[in-house]
C-alpha cells in the first residue's frame, strides 16, 4: 500500500469526517494569505484572491500540462461566485502544504458520500491535515474537475459569494436575502445600491467560511456547460507561457546526464579527461548511478557526454530480455499462488457445471509503454547561500518539494520548488524521480550558480517509468442461451496501482484474482493506469463470449447490462449514433467496446481496415461519454479526441522492448507514434447528459480504444489479436 493511501485510510477509519468548509487552524490560513497577497489583496475560503480592481485570481493546486485544468477549475469557483469571467485569472498554487490540496483527500475518502448534517464542518481541519500529512497536490488520476472541483472549489466560490453578500448587508443594514450578486457586483434591488466584489472583498474576509453553501441549480448556469476562451491558450500562442525548457537565469550552466542503460545498475568508474578537453565543459561530476557533464551550453555538455566511456553495473538483470518477461507472466498465470481482488457468487461450481464446449478461454499481453512526451525531461536548481531552489513541471508538486527537503537535509523553509507548466506528461512526471535528485546534486556541485538539467531523447527513452508490461487469462462459462454464468479472471499484477476492476455485466459469479511476477525496469503511471490493461483484456474477452453465443457483440452487451444504467445507456448511444449495423465498405470492420473509469463511462465503435502493409487503418471513431456534467465542452471533447488518437497509437504500433536488461528503443524512430496522417478522418464525441456524480475525462478515452479496435480487426479478418502492439499481431509477429 502506498503511504499515502495508508496515511488517509487511516484517517477515515478515525473517524470524525465530513463535508465541511470551514476555514483551516489559523497558522495555515494566515501563511496561505501571506505567500499570495499584497497590501489590499484579500483571500477568501484560503484559494480565492480578490483584488481592489476586481481582479479574481484563483489558485489552482493542480499542474496545467495541456488538458485545460486551470480555465475548468476556476469556471466552476467563478460560477458559484457569481463572477465576472473577463475579471477572473489563475495562478498556480504555490508548492507548500498551507495549499495542500485537501479536496483530494475528501474525494478519495468519501467517494461521493455525504454525511450527517449534524458533521458538518465538525473536522474540515481532519481533511487538511490528512492532506498535508499526506503532502497532497498531485495532477493525475482525472481528479481535478471531480474532487478538486466538485468537492472544493464549487463550494469555495459559493462560500464567498456568501461572505460577499454578508459584507453588503451588513454595510448597508439590509437582510441578505434582500440581495443579489451577479456579474462580480452586489446589488440592492429597492435603494438601488450597489457594491463590487473588489470593495467588499476586505469586509468579507473578516467573516468566517460558511458551511456547505448551497450550488446553484444547472439551470441557472452561465460559465459551466459553456466553452468559454480558455486562459492557458494566449501565452501558448504568443510564446509566454514558460516551459521548464524554456527557463533561462544569470550566469546559468547546463547539464545533460547518462544513467545506467540497465535499470538499478551503478557506475563503476568514468575518466573525466576526454569531456574536460572539450571546449565549454566545467565539469564532469559522478553520481551513483549516472554521470553528468556540466558545460556552458547544452551542445557542449552533449558533446563532453559522448566522450565520456563510463562503465556501470546491470545489478544482476543483464540477461532479461521482453522474451523472458512474457515466459515469466505465463509461469505466474499457470502456478497455484494468487491473491483474490473480487469475488460474487461461486465460479468454481459453475465452471465444473458448464460443459466443455461452453468453456471460453483466452490470455492476453499487453507491452511496456513510453510516455513520448513532446517536451524532453528537464528541471533547473540553483544552490546558493544555504538556499535550494528548483524550477520544474512536476505533477506532484508539493511532494517534490517534500522529496527534496529529506534528499538534500535542508530545513523545509529553505527548500523551494516552483511548479512550472509542462509540455506532455501522461504520468511520466507523476512522482518525484531521479531527474530531481540529480538536478539538485548538480545544483550543489556548482554552487552559487544555477544549473539547468536537460536529459537527451536517448535518456529519456531509456530511462522512462513505462506502463507496466503485463499479461491477463480469463475463464468464462457459458449457459445454452449463451448467457456467461461465470467469470474467472487472472491477470499480472504490478507495483503500479493495477487493481482487477469488477466488470460492468450482470455476470452471477466473478473472481478476479492477481499474481506477482516482479522484473528490475522501472514503471510508473502511464494514462488511464490500470483500466489501459484491464479495458483490453474484458472488452476483448467479451467480444470472444458474444462469438461463441453466436450474438451480435453489441446486442450481446446490452442485454448484459442492467435496464436503464449509465452504461447501458452510453452503449446504446454509442452504437445509434455510430450506425450500428449499418452496411460498411468491403474490407472494414466495426468493433465496440465499453469501460468505465475514473467516475465516467465511455464507450468507442472503431471502424478499420487492414492495410496492404499488414498494419491496421482505422476509418471512423464514434465515442459516447457520460462523465456527469461538462464543464467546458470544447475542451472536454478535445480531452476525449486526444485519448482516442493516444489509444490508437499505442494499440496499432507502441512497444518498448528488453535485450540484455536494457530498454531496446531509443528515440521516435524506434518508437513510432502515430502520425497526422495515420489518424482517423472522422472522431464523433457524444457527451450523454446524466444526473450522475462528475467524472473525470483526461484518461477514461484510452481504455475501449485498443478493445474496440481489436474487435474491428476481427470483424473484418476472422483473427483474434490478443497482444499488443496489434500491428505486431496483425503481421503475425
Same mark, same amino acid.
Given at each position: 500500500?502506498?503511504?499515502?493511501?495508508?496515511?488517509?485510510?487511516?484517517?477515515?477509519?478515525?473517524?470524525?469526517?465530513?463535508?465541511?468548509?470551514?476555514?483551516?487552524?489559523?497558522?495555515?490560513?494566515?501563511?496561505?494569505?501571506?505567500?499570495?497577497?499584497?497590501?489590499?489583496?484579500?483571500?477568501?475560503?484560503?484559494?480565492?484572491?480578490?483584488?481592489?480592481?476586481?481582479?479574481?485570481?484563483?489558485?489552482?493546486?493542480?499542474?496545467?500540462?495541456?488538458?485545460?485544468?486551470?480555465?475548468?477549475?476556476?469556471?466552476?469557483?467563478?460560477?458559484?461566485?457569481?463572477?465576472?469571467?473577463?475579471?477572473?485569472?489563475?495562478?498556480?498554487?504555490?508548492?507548500?502544504?498551507?495549499?495542500?490540496?485537501?479536496?483530494?483527500?475528501?474525494?478519495?475518502?468519501?467517494?461521493?458520500?455525504?454525511?450527517?448534517?449534524?458533521?458538518?464542518?465538525?473536522?474540515?481541519?481532519?481533511?487538511?491535515?490528512?492532506?498535508?500529512?499526506?503532502?497532497?497536490?498531485?495532477?493525475?488520476?482525472?481528479?481535478?474537475?471531480?474532487?478538486?472541483?466538485?468537492?472544493?472549489?464549487?463550494?469555495?466560490?459559493?462560500?464567498?459569494?456568501?461572505?460577499?453578500?454578508?459584507?453588503?448587508?451588513?454595510?448597508?443594514?439590509?437582510?441578505?436575502?434582500?440581495?443579489?450578486?451577479?456579474?462580480?457586483?452586489?446589488?440592492?434591488?429597492?435603494?438601488?445600491?450597489?457594491?463590487?466584489?473588489?470593495?467588499?472583498?476586505?469586509?468579507?474576509?473578516?467573516?468566517?467560511?460558511?458551511?456547505?453553501?448551497?450550488?446553484?441549480?444547472?439551470?441557472?448556469?452561465?460559465?459551466?456547460?459553456?466553452?468559454?476562451?480558455?486562459?492557458?491558450?494566449?501565452?501558448?500562442?504568443?510564446?509566454?507561457?514558460?516551459?521548464?525548457?524554456?527557463?533561462?537565469?544569470?550566469?546559468?550552466?547546463?547539464?545533460?546526464?547518462?544513467?545506467?542503460?540497465?535499470?538499478?545498475?551503478?557506475?563503476?568508474?568514468?575518466?573525466?579527461?576526454?569531456?574536460?578537453?572539450?571546449?565549454?565543459?566545467?565539469?564532469?561530476?559522478?553520481?551513483?548511478?549516472?554521470?553528468? =557533464?556540466?558545460?556552458? /551550453?547544452?551542445?557542449? *555538455?552533449?558533446?563532453? +557526454?559522448? #566522450? $565520456?566511456?563510463?562503465?556501470? %553495473?546491470? !545489478?544482476?538483470?543483464?540477461?532479461?530480455?521482453?522474451?523472458?518477461?512474457?515466459?515469466?507472466?505465463?509461469?505466474?498465470?499457470?502456478?497455484?499462488?494468487?491473491?483474490?481482488?473480487?469475488?460474487?457468487?461461486?465460479?468454481?461450481?459453475?465452471?465444473?457445471?458448464?460443459?466443455?464446449?461452453?468453456?471460453?478461454?483466452?490470455?492476453?499481453?499487453?507491452?511496456?509503454?513510453?510516455?513520448?512526451?513532446?517536451?524532453?525531461?528537464?528541471?533547473?536548481?540553483?544552490?546558493?547561500?544555504?538556499?535550494?531552489?528548483?524550477?520544474?513541471?512536476?505533477?506532484?508538486?508539493?511532494?517534490?518539494?517534500?522529496?527534496? =527537503?529529506?534528499?538534500? /537535509?535542508?530545513?523545509? *523553509?529553505?527548500?523551494? +520548488?516552483? #511548479? $512550472?507548466?509542462?509540455?506532455? %506528461?501522461? !504520468?511520466?512526471?507523476?512522482?518525484?524521480?531521479?531527474?530531481?535528485?540529480?538536478?539538485?546534486?548538480?545544483?550543489?556541485?556548482?554552487?552559487?550558480?544555477?544549473?539547468?538539467?536537460?536529459?537527451?531523447?536517448?535518456?529519456?527513452?531509456?530511462?522512462?517509468?513505462?506502463?507496466?508490461?503485463?499479461?491477463?487469462?480469463?475463464?468464462?462459462?457459458?449457459?445454452?442461451?449463451?448467457?456467461?454464468?461465470?467469470?474467472?479472471?487472472?491477470?499480472?499484477?504490478?507495483?503500479?496501482?493495477?487493481?482487477?476492476?469488477?466488470?460492468?455485466?450482470?455476470?452471477?459469479?466473478?473472481?478476479?484474482?492477481?499474481?506477482?511476477?516482479?522484473?528490475?525496469?522501472?514503471?510508473?503511471?502511464?494514462?488511464?493506469?490500470?483500466?489501459?490493461?484491464?479495458?483490453?483484456?474484458?472488452?476483448?474477452?467479451?467480444?470472444?463470449?458474444?462469438?461463441?453465443?453466436?450474438?451480435?457483440?453489441?446486442?450481446?452487451?446490452?442485454?448484459?447490462?442492467?435496464?436503464?444504467?449509465?452504461?447501458?445507456?452510453?452503449?446504446?448511444?454509442?452504437?445509434?449514433?455510430?450506425?450500428?449495423?449499418?452496411?460498411?465498405?468491403?474490407?472494414?470492420?466495426?468493433?465496440?467496446?465499453?469501460?468505465?473509469?475514473?467516475?465516467?463511462?465511455?464507450?468507442?465503435?472503431?471502424?478499420?481496415?487492414?492495410?496492404?502493409?499488414?498494419?491496421?487503418?482505422?476509418?471512423?471513431?464514434?465515442?459516447?461519454?457520460?462523465?456527469?456534467?461538462?464543464?467546458?465542452?470544447?475542451?472536454?471533447?478535445?480531452?476525449?479526441?486526444?485519448?482516442?488518437?493516444?489509444?490508437?497509437?499505442?494499440?496499432?504500433?507502441?512497444?518498448?522492448?528488453?535485450?540484455?536488461?536494457?530498454?531496446?528503443?531509443?528515440?521516435?524512430?524506434?518508437?513510432?507514434?502515430?502520425?497526422?496522417?495515420?489518424?482517423?478522418?472522422?472522431?464523433?464525441?457524444?457527451?450523454?447528459?446524466?444526473?450522475?456524480?462528475?467524472?473525470?475525462?483526461?484518461?477514461?478515452?484510452?481504455?475501449?480504444?485498443?478493445?474496440?479496435?481489436?474487435?474491428?480487426?476481427?470483424?473484418?479478418?476472422?483473427?483474434?489479436?490478443?497482444?499488443?502492439?496489434?500491428?505486431?499481431?496483425?503481421?503475425?509477429?
Amino acid at each position: 500500500m502506498k503511504r499515502r493511501n495508508l496515511l488517509i485510510g487511516a484517517a477515515a477509519a478515525a473517524g470524525g469526517l465530513a463535508i465541511g468548509y470551514r476555514a483551516w487552524t489559523n497558522s495555515f490560513e494566515a501563511h496561505a494569505a501571506a505567500l499570495v497577497t499584497r497590501r489590499g489583496e484579500h483571500l477568501l475560503g484560503g484559494w480565492v484572491k480578490i483584488s481592489p480592481d476586481d481582479t479574481i485570481t484563483v489558485y489552482i493546486p493542480h499542474i496545467e500540462m495541456g488538458q485545460g485544468v486551470h480555465t475548468a477549475l476556476a469556471m466552476m469557483l467563478a460560477e458559484e461566485l457569481d463572477a465576472d469571467w473577463s475579471h477572473v485569472r489563475t495562478e498556480r498554487a504555490p508548492s507548500d502544504k498551507a495549499f495542500a490540496n485537501r479536496f483530494l483527500a475528501e474525494g478519495w475518502i468519501l467517494q461521493g458520500w455525504r454525511l450527517p448534517a449534524f458533521l458538518d464542518g465538525a473536522v474540515d481541519t481532519a481533511f487538511g491535515e490528512v492532506a498535508r500529512i499526506a503532502n497532497l497536490q498531485i495532477t493525475g488520476g482525472s481528479t481535478a474537475v471531480r474532487f478538486t472541483g466538485q468537492v472544493g472549489l464549487r463550494i469555495i466560490g459559493a462560500a464567498a459569494r456568501s461572505m460577499l453578500i454578508k459584507a453588503a448587508a451588513q454595510r448597508w443594514q439590509v437582510p441578505e436575502q434582500d440581495l443579489v450578486a451577479a456579474g462580480s457586483v452586489v446589488s440592492h434591488a429597492a435603494s438601488g445600491r450597489t457594491a463590487r466584489y473588489g470593495e467588499l472583498a476586505g469586509d468579507a474576509a473578516k467573516f468566517s467560511v460558511p458551511a456547505s453553501p448551497a450550488f446553484k441549480a444547472r439551470k441557472d448556469y452561465k460559465i459551466i456547460g459553456h466553452s468559454v476562451p480558455r486562459l492557458d491558450i494566449p501565452a501558448k500562442v504568443t510564446g509566454a507561457m514558460q516551459y521548464g525548457i524554456d527557463l533561462q537565469l544569470p550566469d546559468m550552466l547546463v547539464a545533460t546526464v547518462k544513467a545506467a542503460p540497465v535499470h538499478g545498475g551503478k557506475l563503476v568508474s568514468v575518466d573525466p579527461a576526454p569531456a574536460m578537453k572539450i571546449k565549454g565543459v566545467e565539469r564532469v561530476v559522478r553520481l551513483d548511478d549516472a554521470v553528468a =557533464v556540466v558545460a556552458r /551550453g547544452y551542445w557542449q *555538455a552533449s558533446l563532453g +557526454l559522448a #566522450a $565520456l566511456s563510463p562503465v556501470f %553495473s546491470n !545489478g544482476g538483470n543483464g540477461a532479461v530480455s521482453s522474451q523472458s518477461l512474457q515466459a515469466q507472466h505465463e509461469r505466474a498465470l499457470a502456478g497455484k499462488e494468487s491473491q483474490s481482488v473480487h469475488n460474487a457468487g461461486d465460479v468454481d461450481a459453475a465452471l465444473k457445471k458448464a460443459s466443455a464446449k461452453n468453456i471460453v478461454e483466452a490470455t492476453y499481453r499487453v507491452p511496456f509503454l513510453h510516455h513520448a512526451a513532446m517536451e524532453p525531461i528537464n528541471a533547473t536548481a540553483q544552490f546558493k547561500d544555504g538556499k535550494l531552489t528548483v524550477w520544474a513541471g512536476e505533477q506532484d508538486a508539493l511532494l517534490s518539494k517534500i522529496s527534496l =527537503v529529506e534528499w538534500s /537535509g535542508l530545513n523545509a *523553509a529553505d527548500v523551494t +520548488l516552483i #511548479a $512550472l507548466p509542462v509540455g506532455g %506528461s501522461f !504520468g511520466r512526471r507523476a512522482r518525484p524521480g531521479e531527474r530531481l535528485r540529480q538536478v539538485m546534486r548538480l545544483a550543489m556541485a556548482m554552487a552559487p550558480r544555477p544549473v539547468k538539467m536537460i536529459w537527451s531523447r536517448e535518456e529519456d527513452f531509456t530511462q522512462g517509468i513505462y506502463r507496466p508490461a503485463l499479461a491477463s487469462r480469463i475463464r468464462a462459462a457459458l449457459d445454452r442461451n449463451g448467457r456467461p454464468t461465470a467469470w474467472a479472471q487472472l491477470y499480472v499484477d504490478s507495483p503500479v496501482r493495477n487493481d482487477g476492476f469488477p466488470i460492468p455485466y450482470q455476470i452471477a459469479n466473478q473472481s478476479l484474482a492477481s499474481v506477482p511476477s516482479p522484473h528490475h525496469v522501472h514503471v510508473g503511471s502511464w494514462r488511464s493506469v490500470g483500466h489501459t490493461q484491464h479495458g483490453f483484456y474484458t472488452e476483448s474477452f467479451v467480444d470472444e463470449l458474444a462469438t461463441a453465443a453466436g450474438r451480435d457483440p453489441f446486442e450481446y452487451r446490452r442485454d448484459l447490462l442492467p435496464q436503464d444504467s449509465r452504461h447501458r445507456r452510453v452503449l446504446e448511444t454509442v452504437a445509434d449514433k455510430a450506425g450500428w449495423g449499418a452496411p460498411l465498405p468491403p474490407g472494414v470492420g466495426r468493433g465496440i467496446a465499453l469501460v468505465e473509469s475514473f467516475g465516467s463511462v465511455v464507450a468507442h465503435v472503431v471502424e478499420a481496415s487492414v492495410a496492404e502493409d499488414g498494419r491496421p487503418r482505422v476509418h471512423r471513431v464514434t465515442a459516447a461519454v457520460d462523465c456527469g456534467d461538462v464543464c467546458h465542452p470544447d475542451t472536454a471533447t478535445a480531452q476525449v479526441e486526444g485519448a482516442i488518437i493516444m489509444g490508437l497509437s499505442a494499440a496499432i504500433g507502441e512497444e518498448i522492448t528488453i535485450a540484455d536488461g536494457a530498454v531496446v528503443q531509443d528515440n521516435f524512430p524506434a518508437y513510432p507514434i502515430m502520425t497526422m496522417a495515420d489518424t482517423p478522418p472522422s472522431i464523433e464525441v457524444h457527451f450523454v447528459k446524466s444526473d450522475g456524480p462528475w467524472g473525470g475525462l483526461g484518461e477514461p478515452g484510452v481504455p475501449p480504444v485498443a478493445p474496440a479496435l481489436a474487435n474491428a480487426l476481427f470483424a473484418v479478418t476472422g483473427r483474434r489479436l490478443r497482444s499488443l502492439p496489434l500491428a505486431n499481431s496483425a503481421q503475425g509477429g
